[in-house]
Structure formats: structure tokens, C-alpha cells
């Protein structure tokens, strides 16, 4: 599961994932945050990337997610920061 979890910079050092969540509407997407305020959904059969979600507007406030939550059989993805 770690290479799933870890992205890696041009600086060839990983970031180290602050919440992971199973999307349980499709079991092979997770949902995963680092310590940007976006979060990355990948998927695990294909190993790349299959979208982010973005916060819009000001960055000023917003800091990593600590928890991302997915309500069960549901694609909503709940995140605290």
C-alpha cells in the first residue's frame, strides 16, 4: 500500500500522507491528502492518478487535511483541516 500513498517530488523525497480513505462507492479509488489543503483521488488498479479536489478561492486559512472521512456507499468525501 505505500507506494499508493506516497508521492514523490522532482527532489526525489516523498510525502508522507496526513489521512487516507477507501472511496467506498468504487473500492479501488482512495482518497488521499498530504500537507497541501488538496486532496488526490488515485486509483489503485491502474496506478496513476485519477483526479484532485481543489479548494477555490484564498489558500490563507487553509491548512493540510488532518482526517479525510467518506460516507459509506456514498462518493462524498469529508475532510478536516
Excluded at 47 to 73: F, H, M, P, R, V
Amino acid at each position: 500500500m505505500g507506494s499508493f500513498v506516497y508521492r514523490f517530488h522532482p527532489k526525489s523525497y516523498p510525502e508522507i500522507p496526513t489521512s487516507v480513505c477507501w472511496i467506498s462507492e468504487n473500492k479501488n479509488n482512495i482518497s488521499i491528502s498530504y500537507i497541501s489543503p488538496i486532496i488526490w483521488i488515485f486509483d489503485r488498479i491502474t496506478g496513476k492518478w485519477k483526479d484532485i479536489i481543489n479548494y477555490e478561492g484564498n489558500y490563507s486559512g487553509l491548512t493540510q487535511a488532518n482526517k479525510i472521512w467518506n460516507l459509506y456507499k456514498t462518493s462524498l468525501i469529508i475532510s478536516g483541516h
